[in-house]
Structures are given as C-alpha cells and as structure tokens.
C-alpha cells in the first residue's frame, strides 16, 4: 500500500519506520529540522522494537498524495496548516491519530464522508532530540468508517507490527478513549512526572475520576455508550462511587508504573520542550458541547481553565 504521514512526531515516525519495514511505501509530509533528520537517517525507532533502515519499503520526502491512504499525525491545533500543506487531494482514504473526536468532524469538512475514517490511538511513545522515536506502548488502533478499504487498512498496519483492529462502532472507541486522556492530560499537566506517579496519586486520580464522570455525561446526552477500554475503563469508572471511581485510577498508575515505567503522557514532553499544548479542540469542545447540553460540568470547566493558564504561559514564553 502506498501512505503519507503528515508530520513525524513520535506516532508519525512509529507508524511510518513499521510500515516500511513491512515493505510498503511511504511518503512524510515534513518540514524544517525535522525533514533534515529524515533526510539523513530514515525514520528510526527503538524500545519496543529497534527499527534503524527501511526494510523492503520505499520512502519519500514531501510528494504530493496521489490516491495514497493519508495519515494525518499531527495535534488537532495543528491541523489547519497541516491541510494547507497537503493541498488538494483526493486519497483513498484519510484519518487521524490525534487526540480527541473533533478530528474526525474537520475531516469530514475537506474530504468526502466515504473516504474518511474515524480512529482511536492507543500507542504511544516519545522522540527524541535525536530523531529516534522510543516505542513504549503498543495497546491498540481501533480504525473504522465507510471506506471500502478501512478493513485491508487496519489488516496492513497490524500485519507491520502496529496492532490494530476494525471496529463497526468507531464513535464508541473514540469516546471511550478520549473520555480517558482528558482526564489524563489535565492531571499530567499538574503533575509534569511520570504517567504512573501522575495516576497513582490519589489527589490527581480523584480529578481524574471526577473529569471522567462528567466527560461520560456529555457522551451519554450524544448518544454515545462508552466502553471499558485500556488504559481507562471509563465505562465502570462513570458508574462507580467517587472513592471506588479514584481507586480505580490508582490502580491504573500502579498498572503504568509497573509495566511502562518512565512513561510520560505526550503533554508532559510538550510542556519540557515549550510547545503548545491541545486544549481547544479536547477540553474546550467537552466544554462547549457540555454548555449546548445542558451539562453541569464545574471539574471540567476548571481544568480547561488551568490547562488553558498553562498553555497560555507556554505561548508566551515561546514568543
């Protein structure tokens, strides 16, 4: 199969070394420091799997996409450069690795609703100064939609070591994730530490719990059945007691600690290296769709305001 990857971050840079190496051809939609590295080394990787060449896979730099499965692996605050960059196209097929369920409605507004397809990542890993990408988590990627090619997709990538699976109820995944990493986002951007450490701490992990239950609220009153899903079983989480609902969390960190050690959530990267942070298309939409509903949602509207002070300080320093 033929794929471009918009932008090499770690996920890009994973998913991308992976498919090469299972012999497919890949092109990256990449600019400045990081095109350098590319040019020099190929996409690398380590941790989970070392990968250093391309295998019996071909890649390209910067063509255009002709008929290609489009990967967008950028941040959704990301996005509207991302498609200038790409320009006009026409892919087979197109879906995002960002955070979030509003990336697949700004799919939706540039390509046909038949070629798009919803996505929930659940991979993860960091990269480094030195373009190498550290795999450290490889739990699953739920791909589904309208495209007649969604089930040959999700067979490709997990045949090239990336596990994925199709789903018939992509919206379902994609909320069950992303009611999870919001609560794991607003308390590693209080903690700045390791994913574990952020968890296991029982003050954090009762905000954790508290902005999952009314993160399911939002998703109930759109409709949505959320489901137990790694790392976050949101579903029992939304329907326990606030003490049950904390221990649970606890027992994520301890989880973390135990078998991804050193694991930091992509914000915690982005604070040490001043990038902005996802806020408005994440927190902000559970916000305004919580607003538009109806929804009493104090714990989420003061943790979009602590990550949005934070992002905010970011961009400043930044500038």
């Not at 499965?69 to 790409?86: G, P, W």
């Not at 994609?174 to 530490?193: C, M, P, Q, Y």
Request: proline share 3%; with cysteine; charged share 20%.
């Amino acid at each position: 199969m033929r794929f471009t990857i918009v932008g090499c971050g770690a996920l890009g840079t994973i998913l991308g070394a992976h498919l090469l190496q299972a012999g497919h051809v890949v092109n990256v939609r990449v600019r400045g420091a990081r095109k350098t590295q590319i040019e020099a080394n190929g996409l690398r990787v380590k941790g989970l799997r070392n990968i250093s060449g391309s295998g019996r896979g071909s890649l390209t730099i910067n063509r255009p996409v002709q008929k290609d499965i489009l990967v967008y692996a950028v941040k959704t605050y990301q996005f509207e450069h991302a498609f200038s960059d790409v320009g006009n196209c026409n892919p087979r097929a197109v879906f995002s690795l960002a955070n979030g369920v509003e990336k697949t409605r700004l799919l939706k507004n540039l390509y046909p609703e038949s070629s798009v397809l919803g996505c929930m990542a659940n991979f993860s890993g960091e990269l480094g100064s030195d373009g190498v990408a550290n795999f450290t988590r490889n739990v699953a990627v739920y791909i589904g939609g309208l495209s007649t090619h969604v089930r040959s997709i999700a067979a490709t990538m997990n045949t090239a070591g990336i596990n994925t699976i199709y789903s018939d109820n992509i919206e379902t995944e994609e909320w069950s994730k992303f009611v999870g990493w919001a609560a794991l986002l607003v308390t590693s951007v209080i903690a700045r530490t390791d994913t574990g450490a952020t968890l296991a701490n029982p003050y954090l992990a009762q905000i954790a719990a508290t902005i999952i239950y009314e993160s399911s609220l939002i998703a109930s009153k759109q409709g949505v059945t959320l489901i137990d899903r790694a790392p976050f079983p949101v579903a029992t989480i939304s329907a326990a007691s606030l003490e049950d609902a904390t221990g649970e969390v606890i027992k994520i960190g301890e989880d973390f600690t135990r078998e991804a050690p050193g694991h930091r959530m992509s914000a915690v990267q982005d604070l040490s290296f001043g990038r902005e942070l996802e806020v408005e298309e994440t927190l902000g939409f559970l916000c305004k769709e919580a607003i538009s509903l109806g929804l009493d949602c104090p714990c989420l509207q003061m943790s979009y305001n602590i990550v949005s002070g934070v992002n905010h300080i970011q961009k400043s320093l930044k500038n």
